[in-house]
Nanobody, 115 residues
């Protein structure tokens, strides 16, 4: 059974940094694309950042220049470094990964940007 477990969420002041991690575990043979999504109250879930197995990345326009996605294939882990956080970044952040040609979601981690 494959699991994705996120960590690193919390409360941060505007302008501050936060780093999210998402570790995959279980019977893993291959991991293709991994990504971060977020869902704010009353809004649809949206893509934040995506990284392929070879390191190509894609970002939502709203986070370009502030967020950086990376992955450690040896640890089956994807990271999201978030800098210059804004109140509008407040949301539940979810990890999603293509593992063994199936899609898996993490349980989500809350990020709150507030003074």
């Amino acid at each position: 059974q494959v699991q994705l477990v996120e960590s690193g969420g919390g409360l941060v002041q505007p302008g501050g940094p936060l780093r999210l991690s998402c570790a995959a575990s279980g019977s893993i043979f291959s991991i293709n694309a991994m990504g971060w999504y977020r869902q704010a109250p009353g809004k649809q879930r949206e893509l934040v950042a995506l990284i392929t197995s070879v390191g190509s990345t894609k970002y939502a326009d709203s986070v370009k220049g502030r967020f950086t996605i990376s992955r450690d294939n040896a640890k089956n882990t994807v990271y999201l470094q978030m800098n210059s956080l804004k109140p509008e970044d407040t949301a539940i952040y979810y990890c999603k990964a293509n593992i063994n040609d199936n899609l898996y979601w993490g349980q989500g981690t809350q990020v709150t940007v507030s003074s």
